[in-house]
Structure formats: C-alpha cells, structure tokens
C-alpha cells in the first residue's frame, strides 16, 4: 500500500494550481509498482497506448506502439512511455490510491516511462496536473515558470517549445514527487535507467463543456423546437433584430442551458466518460442471480475494473454515471450510490440492508456480467 508522506490538503492548499514543487520522499518507504520488462510487455499490447521517444544525435523520433520487439531500439538517449498504465496492471492503480482525496472525476491516469540515460521528451508545455513519482533510477527535471514560449518543430508528435529558464532545478531521487501544474514549461533528463510514473489530472476547458453539452443535447434530441411568435408585426427596420426578439432567442437557449435535469446527467456523463481504453471483459460465464445473491450473502469483495469512473451527485444520489452512462438507482437504494462510486471494492454488508433489494441485485448483476466489477482475487 502506498502511502504519502505529506498532508495532501496541507498541499493543495499551498501549490495546486499555483505552482510547481519537489517534493523529496514523497512517498513513505517506496517500491516501484512495476518492473521495466513488463512496461515492456504493456507497450506490446494492442489496446494499450504507448510510444517510444528518441533522441540520438538530436534527431528526435517518436513511435507507437504495438511494439513486438525492443531489439533494435536504443538503450541511450530513448524513452518508452505507457499511457493508462493503471488500467492494465495491479502496480500502477495502487500507486495512484493515496491520491484518493483528490477528485475522480479530475483524474485522468497514471502514465509510466522507462526512461534509457539521456531520454525524454524535450521541453514541453502539458495543460494537467501531474505527480511525476520517481521510482528507480535518477531523473533531472527542469520546470520553468508560466508565460508564453516559442514552440520549437522538432517533431510534430512531442509539441516541444524552444527553452526556457528553470524555477527548479533538480534531481529526482527513488520516492520523490515532483508537482507540476498546467502550463509550467519543463523537462526531464534521465541520469540513470529509471522508471517514473506520472499521476494526471486534467481540468475541463470552459468550450469543451460546452461543446459536450450541445452533443448531448443533439444526441438526447432536448430543445428540437423553432422560434415561435404568432404575434410578430411589421417594422421599417428590415435589417434591425430588435432588442424584445433578441431577448426571446436567448430565453429559448437559455432555458436549454438551464434545464437542470439535463445538465446534470450530460456533466455526469461527461465526466464518467474514461479518456483512455479500459480493460473490459464481460463474465464468461455470465453470473446468474442466486450465484451473485450467495456471493454477496457470504461476504466476499466485487471490485471495480481499475480506471471505471463511477460518479454521483451530491444533491441527486438516486442517479449515478458509469463511464458515460446514467443509471438509476432502484427506489429505496440511493445508498448504494456511495459504495459504487467512492469505493473501489465493496462486499454486501457495505451496502448494509439494501445488499438484499432484488431490483439492486438485479443491477448488480448486469454490472458483473457487462465486467464493470469482479469478484476480487
Ligand atoms: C517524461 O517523463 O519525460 C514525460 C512526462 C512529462 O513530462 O509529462
Ligand atoms: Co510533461
């Protein structure tokens, strides 16, 4: 079990948002969650999102993975970085637990690098928050401060600018963290062969909520309804939108945007929504129901499928949203919401009286057989 060896809010009040920070022996006693050779065996899976960078005589290269060997590659100068890493692997998903106290909804994934001695991926700009979490090995990260930068065409897929002058300056060590908050320039420079792993949060952009709720609004087909004025009269001013007809177009996008009940299961869904590939896998066979009854009935633990984002509302615990979907809860069950959604395993006395509810079994059956949750080893 990973622990932090710092008061988290203590530093989310201190530099969340605000500004870059070390953080030597971020982690109590750590251990590194996964070895190289099976970052190496992640990066030959085809669901898996990975590439390699690298950067021999300057000449920077970036490939994507499936990779079926790692032969030919260079073991200076390269980088192999593995995205969503915690969906894939028991290792990275408990390395992201004492992060808990941080909002799912904000997390995005853990990425893992293997870094060869002098790899990375150049000076760059990310627009997420990040715990980079140092394993074995030794990094030298550089972060500069926030402010406009020349973005340099070494390549198309690293989005590198051209330098930058460090705020920071330092080597990371097995167990240190560094925090950087979006937009801080930086970059890391590998001393030693080294594994680091990034834990990421990214915030919503104001267009893209917007952007996201007018899909939802097409998809659900709300507001499908023309302007309607049985009352319209004529006017000199051909060309002139008058002020009473501009206030009534607005009210008409306004009461779309203000339908409550919308807006609340678009951003559920939304913000459910796993931006990264998650290992799935329906029940084979399939659970029957007096099977899952006795399960439960005798104590044993379902866990979630590392990365599923179940969320609820804190007004509204009657719904909940499991990766882009809204799913009410049976009558009489809005308890439940709270252990699908803030616990990654549960077991019926969890869910206390309602374990029995035949209408919440029910739904926890088609969860375990869709392979939403399984029984934990
Ligand atoms: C790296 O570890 O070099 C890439 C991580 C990052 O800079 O975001
Ligand atoms: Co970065």
Same mark, same amino acid.
């Given at each position: 079990?990973?622990?932090?060896?710092?008061?988290?809010?203590?530093?989310?009040?201190?530099?969340?948002?605000?500004?870059?920070?070390?953080?030597?022996?971020?982690?109590?006693?750590?251990?590194?969650?996964?070895?190289?050779?099976?970052?190496?065996?992640?990066?030959?899976?085809?669901?898996?999102?990975?590439?390699?960078?690298?950067?021999?005589?300057?000449?920077?290269?970036?490939?994507?993975?499936?990779?079926?060997?790692?032969?030919?590659?260079?073991?200076?100068?390269?980088?192999?970085?593995?995205?969503?890493?915690?969906?894939?692997?028991?290792?990275?998903?408990?390395?992201?637990?004492?992060?808990?106290?941080?909002?799912?909804?904000?997390?995005?994934?853990?990425?893992?690098?293997?870094?060869?001695?002098?790899?990375?991926?150049?000076?760059?700009?990310?627009?997420?928050?990040?715990?980079?979490?140092?394993?074995?090995?030794?990094?030298?990260?550089?972060?500069?401060?926030?402010?406009?930068?020349?973005?340099?065409?070494?390549?198309?897929?690293?989005?590198?600018?051209?330098?930058?002058?460090?705020?920071?300056?330092?080597?990371?060590?097995?167990?240190?963290?560094?925090?950087?908050?979006?937009?801080?320039?930086?970059?890391?420079?590998?001393?030693?062969?080294?594994?680091?792993?990034?834990?990421?949060?990214?915030?919503?952009?104001?267009?893209?909520?917007?952007?996201?709720?007018?899909?939802?609004?097409?998809?659900?087909?709300?507001?499908?309804?023309?302007?309607?004025?049985?009352?319209?009269?004529?006017?000199?001013?051909?060309?002139?939108?008058?002020?009473?007809?501009?206030?009534?177009?607005?009210?008409?996008?306004?009461?779309?945007?203000?339908?409550?009940?919308?807006?609340?299961?678009?951003?559920?869904?939304?913000?459910?929504?796993?931006?990264? &590939?998650?290992?799935?896998?329906? !029940?084979?066979? +399939?659970?029957?129901?007096?099977? %899952?009854?006795? *399960?439960?009935?005798? /104590? =044993?633990?379902?866990?979630?499928?590392?990365?599923?984002?179940?969320?609820?509302?804190?007004?509204?615990p009657s719904l909940v949203f499991i990766n882009g979907e809204t799913i009410e809860l049976p009558e009489g069950c809005?308890?439940?919401?709270?252990?699908?959604?803030?616990?990654?395993?549960?077991?019926? &006395?969890?869910?206390?009286?309602? !374990?029995?509810? +035949?209408?919440?079994?029910?739904? %926890?059956?088609? *969860?375990?057989?869709? /392979? =939403?949750?399984?029984?934990?080893a």
């Amino acid at each position: 079990m990973y622990q932090l060896n710092f008061d988290l809010n203590d530093f989310l009040t201190r530099f969340w948002h605000k500004e870059p920070v070390v953080i030597k022996n971020g982690f109590i006693d750590f251990e590194d969650p996964i070895s190289p050779d099976e970052v190496a065996g992640l990066a030959m899976e085809e669901e898996i999102d990975s590439r390699f960078v690298s950067n021999l005589d300057g000449n920077w290269e970036v490939q994507h993975g499936p990779f079926e060997s790692f032969e030919s590659f260079p073991d200076t100068h390269s980088q192999l970085i593995v995205q969503a890493a915690n969906h894939w692997h028991p290792g990275p998903r408990a390395l992201s637990e004492p992060f808990r106290g941080l909002p799912n909804w904000l997390f995005d994934d853990v990425m893992v690098c293997l870094s060869m001695p002098e790899g990375g991926v150049g000076p760059h700009i990310d627009q997420y928050d990040v715990f980079i979490c140092q394993g074995m090995g030794k990094r030298r990260w550089r972060v500069g401060d926030k402010g406009e930068y020349k973005d340099a065409n070494h390549h198309t897929g690293l989005r590198q600018i051209e330098g930058f002058d460090p705020i920071i300056d330092e080597i990371l060590e097995p167990g240190d963290i560094l925090y950087i908050p979006p937009g801080f320039p930086h970059e890391g420079n590998t001393i030693e062969v080294s594994l680091s792993y990034s834990v990421g949060y990214r915030s919503p952009k104001k267009q893209e909520l917007l952007n996201g709720f007018a899909d939802f609004v097409l998809t659900n087909e709300l507001g499908d309804k023309h302007f309607y004025d049985p009352n319209i009269q004529t006017r000199d001013e051909h060309g002139m939108i008058p002020t009473a007809e501009y206030n009534a177009l607005n009210d008409m996008l306004m009461k779309l945007i203000n339908d409550e009940d919308a807006k609340a299961r678009w951003m559920g869904e939304q913000l459910s929504q796993s931006r990264h &590939e998650l290992d799935i896998m329906p !029940a084979d066979p +399939p659970w029957q129901s007096d099977e %899952l009854q006795q *399960f439960m009935e005798d /104590g =044993l633990y379902l866990e979630k499928v590392s990365g599923l984002k179940a969320l609820y509302h804190e007004d509204n615990p009657s719904l909940v949203f499991i990766n882009g979907e809204t799913i009410e809860l049976p009558e009489g069950c809005e308890a439940a919401a709270k252990v699908f959604c803030d616990m990654e395993y549960f077991s019926g &006395e969890d869910l206390g009286a309602i !374990a029995n509810n +035949p209408a919440l079994l029910a739904l %926890l059956l088609d *969860f375990c057989n869709q /392979g =939403l949750w399984y029984p934990q080893a």
